[in-house]
Protein backbone atom coordinates (compact mmCIF):
# COMPACT_ATOMS: atom_id res chain seq x y z
CA UNK A 1 0.00 0.00 0.00
CA UNK A 2 1.66 3.45 -0.68
CA UNK A 3 1.85 6.06 1.24
CA UNK A 4 -0.66 8.42 -0.32
CA UNK A 5 -3.02 5.75 -0.27
CA UNK A 6 -2.50 5.42 3.68
CA UNK A 7 -3.50 9.28 3.88
CA UNK A 8 -6.29 8.64 2.18
CA UNK A 9 -7.44 6.07 4.64
CA UNK A 10 -5.64 8.03 7.64
CA UNK A 11 -7.91 11.53 6.65
CA UNK A 12 -11.22 9.38 5.70
CA UNK A 13 -11.16 7.61 9.08
CA UNK A 14 -10.52 11.13 11.01
CA UNK A 15 -13.18 12.63 9.07
CA UNK A 16 -16.01 9.55 9.76
CA UNK A 17 -14.80 10.10 13.49
CA UNK A 18 -15.51 13.57 13.19
CA UNK A 19 -18.48 13.79 11.49
CA UNK A 20 -20.65 16.01 13.64
CA UNK A 21 -18.54 18.79 12.72
CA UNK A 22 -19.95 18.65 9.38
CA UNK A 23 -23.31 19.02 10.51
CA UNK A 24 -22.80 21.65 12.88
CA UNK A 25 -21.55 23.52 10.14
CA UNK A 26 -24.41 22.90 8.18
CA UNK A 27 -26.52 23.76 10.85
CA UNK A 28 -24.66 27.15 11.84
CA UNK A 29 -24.86 27.90 7.73
CA UNK A 30 -28.80 27.34 7.59
CA UNK A 31 -29.76 28.77 11.06
CA UNK A 32 -27.66 31.96 10.48
CA UNK A 33 -29.06 32.80 7.11
CA UNK A 34 -32.45 31.63 8.42
CA UNK A 35 -32.27 34.65 10.94
CA UNK A 36 -30.17 36.84 8.70
CA UNK A 37 -32.69 36.72 5.92
CA UNK A 38 -36.01 37.85 8.41
CA UNK A 39 -34.28 39.79 10.99
CA UNK A 40 -35.48 42.79 8.97
CA UNK A 41 -38.98 41.84 8.61
CA UNK A 42 -38.95 41.23 12.31
CA UNK A 43 -37.28 44.66 12.99
CA UNK A 44 -39.46 46.46 11.05
CA UNK A 45 -42.96 46.34 10.37
CA UNK A 46 -42.57 48.33 7.16
CA UNK A 47 -40.60 44.89 5.66
CA UNK A 48 -43.26 42.90 6.63
CA UNK A 49 -45.65 45.20 5.24
CA UNK A 50 -43.27 45.29 2.31
CA UNK A 51 -43.52 41.16 2.16
CA UNK A 52 -46.90 40.95 3.00
CA UNK A 53 -47.86 43.01 -0.45
CA UNK A 54 -45.21 40.43 -2.22
CA UNK A 55 -47.13 37.18 -1.02
CA UNK A 56 -50.26 39.45 -2.22
CA UNK A 57 -49.18 39.58 -5.70
CA UNK A 58 -47.80 36.02 -5.96
CA UNK A 59 -51.57 34.66 -5.19
CA UNK A 60 -51.07 33.77 -1.13
CA UNK A 61 -54.23 33.90 0.89
CA UNK A 62 -53.93 36.08 3.65
CA UNK A 63 -51.41 37.16 3.00
CA UNK A 64 -50.40 39.60 6.32
CA UNK A 65 -51.08 36.21 7.96
CA UNK A 66 -48.90 34.09 5.85
CA UNK A 67 -45.63 36.54 5.81
CA UNK A 68 -45.98 36.88 9.84
CA UNK A 69 -46.06 33.26 10.33
CA UNK A 70 -43.54 32.33 7.13
CA UNK A 71 -40.89 34.85 9.00
CA UNK A 72 -41.47 33.61 12.76
CA UNK A 73 -41.18 30.16 11.26
CA UNK A 74 -37.62 31.08 9.86
CA UNK A 75 -36.24 33.41 13.01
CA UNK A 76 -37.79 30.36 15.32
CA UNK A 77 -36.57 27.54 12.94
CA UNK A 78 -33.24 29.12 12.22
CA UNK A 79 -32.68 29.55 15.87
CA UNK A 80 -33.04 25.83 17.07
CA UNK A 81 -31.14 24.83 14.32
CA UNK A 82 -28.30 26.50 15.36
CA UNK A 83 -28.42 25.47 18.80
CA UNK A 84 -29.52 21.93 18.07
CA UNK A 85 -33.05 21.81 20.22
CA UNK A 86 -35.98 20.47 17.95
CA UNK A 87 -34.13 20.48 15.14
CA UNK A 88 -36.23 17.84 13.49
CA UNK A 89 -39.65 19.87 14.39
CA UNK A 90 -37.62 22.57 13.42
CA UNK A 91 -36.81 21.20 10.06
CA UNK A 92 -40.14 19.48 9.20
CA UNK A 93 -41.30 23.42 9.80
CA UNK A 94 -38.84 24.95 7.43
CA UNK A 95 -38.89 22.16 4.74
CA UNK A 96 -42.79 22.82 4.52
CA UNK A 97 -42.18 26.66 4.70
CA UNK A 98 -39.64 26.53 1.66
CA UNK A 99 -41.62 23.72 -0.44
CA UNK A 100 -44.23 26.54 -0.67
CA UNK A 101 -41.83 29.52 -1.47
CA UNK A 102 -40.73 26.97 -4.13
CA UNK A 103 -44.26 26.05 -5.41
CA UNK A 104 -45.77 29.67 -5.01
CA UNK A 105 -42.81 31.87 -5.95
CA UNK A 106 -39.86 30.29 -7.52
CA UNK A 107 -41.75 27.48 -9.98
CA UNK A 108 -41.10 29.82 -12.81
CA UNK A 109 -37.67 30.83 -11.64
CA UNK A 110 -34.46 29.70 -13.32
CA UNK A 111 -32.83 27.05 -11.03
CA UNK A 112 -29.92 29.49 -10.46
CA UNK A 113 -32.65 31.76 -8.87
CA UNK A 114 -34.25 29.15 -7.35
CA UNK A 115 -30.82 28.05 -5.64
CA UNK A 116 -31.05 29.85 -2.26
CA UNK A 117 -34.87 28.61 -1.47
CA UNK A 118 -33.66 25.05 -2.82
CA UNK A 119 -30.54 25.47 -0.23
CA UNK A 120 -32.48 25.85 2.76
CA UNK A 121 -35.27 23.60 1.46
CA UNK A 122 -32.33 20.93 1.54
CA UNK A 123 -30.00 21.84 4.43
CA UNK A 124 -33.65 21.47 6.41
CA UNK A 125 -34.32 18.21 4.89
CA UNK A 126 -30.48 16.88 6.25
CA UNK A 127 -31.07 18.29 9.47
CA UNK A 128 -34.24 16.52 9.43
CA UNK A 129 -32.73 12.96 8.55
CA UNK A 130 -29.66 13.68 10.41
CA UNK A 131 -30.62 15.49 13.72
CA UNK A 132 -28.41 17.67 15.63
CA UNK A 133 -25.29 15.52 16.12
CA UNK A 134 -23.20 15.73 19.48
CA UNK A 135 -22.47 19.32 19.04
CA UNK A 136 -25.71 20.96 20.52
CA UNK A 137 -27.87 22.15 23.37
CA UNK A 138 -30.00 18.99 22.46
CA UNK A 139 -30.48 16.92 25.64
CA UNK A 140 -28.45 13.83 25.15
CA UNK A 141 -30.04 10.01 25.26
CA UNK A 142 -29.60 7.61 27.87
CA UNK A 143 -27.39 4.71 26.20
CA UNK A 144 -29.64 2.25 25.58
CA UNK A 145 -29.38 -0.35 28.00
CA UNK A 146 -27.35 -4.26 26.11
CA UNK A 147 -28.24 -6.94 29.24
Sequence with gaps: MNSLHKAGLHIGQWLDAHKDIGILLLRLFIGVRLVYGVADNVLSWQHMVLFENFLRQQGF???LLSAIVSVYAQLIGGLLIITG?????ASVVLSIN?????????RQDTFEAMTPAL????????CLFYGS????????KEPENAG
Excluded at 85 to 89: Q, S
Excluded at 98 to 106: G, I, N, R
Excluded at 119 to 126: D, I
Design 133 to 140: GKYSLSPK
Design 61 to 63: PFP
Design 98 to 106: FMVALLMVH
Design 85 to 89: LYIRL
Design 119 to 126: AMLVGSLV
